[in-house]
């Protein structure tokens, strides 16, 4: 099945590693404009090197007033990656406010502002267009010492229903992609102690974690329209790991 996003374009958050930065690599790969969003300039420098027909904004997400001015030039925007995000591990006793409101400050409160900035432009053209939300089975399972991370990806994926039933008269498609570990080189370094690695495998049928280029496939696959009717959905990129 080949996928094109020519004449398209495409705004990814948190493209400066793992999981965003092979997706805006992905888009440009099949054609699309690509605005890559983070807040790391040396991330945005390395990225601009190996592809430089990428646009790149560099801004804090957290910073509600400082992202409407670094995005007010960007244009128009077809297709939407939210990315960007923060994992923030404590068991639940020890949570703080500040590492509370920091977690859902990024992967909840700027998800709703992007998608906002981005899809009253998609509205106001008429033409439609696609956001995916990168989500986590997370929001799905309980897992220790991630009492605020599981609150803020389950906070997501409601906020994705909510966004694809009001935009969607709009042809507006939101959906999101929930993975399991993923062997970014940060998903390499937490998981490579062996027991602890083998701990979660064993609970995933497939018995592996899964590759950035999963995750960015079913990505590729919902912002395109091979997924024009599907609206709404929370895509497990997990082995099956929510199945048992």
């Known amino acids: ?14 493209a400066g ?19 890559a969003v983070t807040r790391t300039r040396a991330d945005l420098d390395s990225l601009l090197l190996e592809c430089p ?21 960007v244009g128009p925007v077809d297709l939407l990656v939210n990315n960007a995000a ?29 998608s906002q900035l981005v899809s009253r432009g998609m509205k106001a053209r008429g033409t439609g267009g696609s956001i ?12 220790r010492d991630h009492a605020v991370y599981c609150a803020t990806k389950g906070a997501l994926d409601m906020l994705t229903k909510v966004m694809a039933l009001e935009l969607g008269p709009h042809q507006i498609r939101v959906n999101s992609v929930n993975p399991t570990v993923v062997m970014t080189e940060m998903g390499r370094l937490g ?7 083998r701990a979660m495998t064993s609970r995933i049928p497939l018995g592996r974690f899964a590759e950035v280029e999963d995750v960015v496939n079913s990505v590729l696959f919902l912002l395109s329209d091979k997924s024009s009717m599907t609206n709404g959905v929370m895509l497990p990129v997990d082995g099956g790991f929510l199945a048992c």
């Open 1 to 14: 099945m080949e996928i094109s996003f020519a004449g398209k374009r495409a705004m990814v958050t948190g």
């Open 17 to 35: 590693k793992g999981i965003g930065r092979a997706t805006a690599l992905a888009l440009v790969r099949c054609g699309a404009e690509v605005t």
């Open 53 to 73: 027909s990428i646009r790149p904004v560099c801004v804090d997400l957290a910073d509600w007033e400082a992202t409407e001015a670094a995005l007010v030039g």
């Open 86 to 114: 923060c994992a923030i591990l404590q068991p639940f006793l020890d949570v703080t406010p500040e590492q509370f409101d920091k977690s859902f400050n990024i992967n909840v409160k700027a998800v709703l502002h992007i």
């Open 132 to 143: 995916v939300n990168i989500s986590s089975q997370a929001s799905h399972c309980a897992l």
């Open 191 to 197: 998981w490579s102690d062996a027991e602890k690695a």
